[in-house]
């Protein structure tokens, strides 16, 4: 995949075409609209960006390098494999509103890559950047010996299905703001069983007592 290189200007449009996108759908708004909402025009979209399709994508670039920068700051320190997962959670579940706004636009590029061929760019995008950033945190801790892991490339993709499965259903609670946390933590704990991190000692939840905790 070739990185698409954003001076300021276009990191500044790319913020806030991201937000109108992530709200009110990016496949429910014509490039005059993103452009009318995002505060500019949308010769300026088209000299930047070429096309809708290369907005998107360079959208999507952007929301993920943010998200790799916090996973790179909040693993500095990180010891023992619950500590690191636990920082990996923290860099992920930043917060409701957050997270519902990246998780709507993802699902819409999604179905885009789904319906049209030649968004394929999108699909590599995301296994370089998520699956490489996985395997990468997995590698280093299954070298520490905190990971009990065989083959690297699998457990990143069945980590990268259980952090994203994770956030779908909770897109669709009702009280998605308030069970934001709890998502958080038994997203953790799923991952740590996934990784063999030694769990001794730590409370195990069942399902009745997650439930509960949901009420």
């Known amino acids: 995949m070739v990185a698409i290189t954003l001076g300021t200007r276009e990191t ?52 993920l390098s943010r998200t790799a920068e916090r996973i790179r700051r909040k693993l500095e320190g990180a010891g023992g494999g619950s500590e690191v997962i636990g920082a990996l959670m923290d860099a992920v579940f930043v917060g409701p509103e957050a997270n519902r706004d990246f998780y709507l ?63 779908l259903q909770w897109l669709q609670a009702p009280d998605w703001r308030r069970t934001h946390r709890q998502w958080r933590n038994d997203c953790q704990e799923a991952l740590e069983t996934l990784l063999g991190v030694n769990r001794r000692g730590r409370p195990v939840l069942t399902h009745q007592t997650r439930v509960q905790t949901r009420v």
């Open 105 to 167: 636009f993802y699902v819409d590029l999604v179905e885009h890559l789904a319906r049209v061929p030649s968004f394929a760019t999108l699909s590599e995008m995301l296994k370089e950047v998520i699956n490489g950033h996985y395997a990468e945190i997995i590698a280093v801790g299954r070298d520490q010996g905190v990971f009990e892991v065989v083959d690297v490339e699998l457990a990143a993709r069945h980590m990268r299905a259980l952090i994203e499965g994770t956030f």
């Open 12 to 63: 500044e449009i790319v913020r806030s075409a991201y937000r109108v996108m992530a709200r009110r759908g990016s496949h429910r708004l014509s490039l005059q609209e993103i452009a009318d909402e995002a505060g500019v025009s949308k010769g300026l979209l088209l000299y930047h960006f070429g096309s809708k399709d290369k907005l998107l994508l360079a959208a999507m670039q952007w929301a």
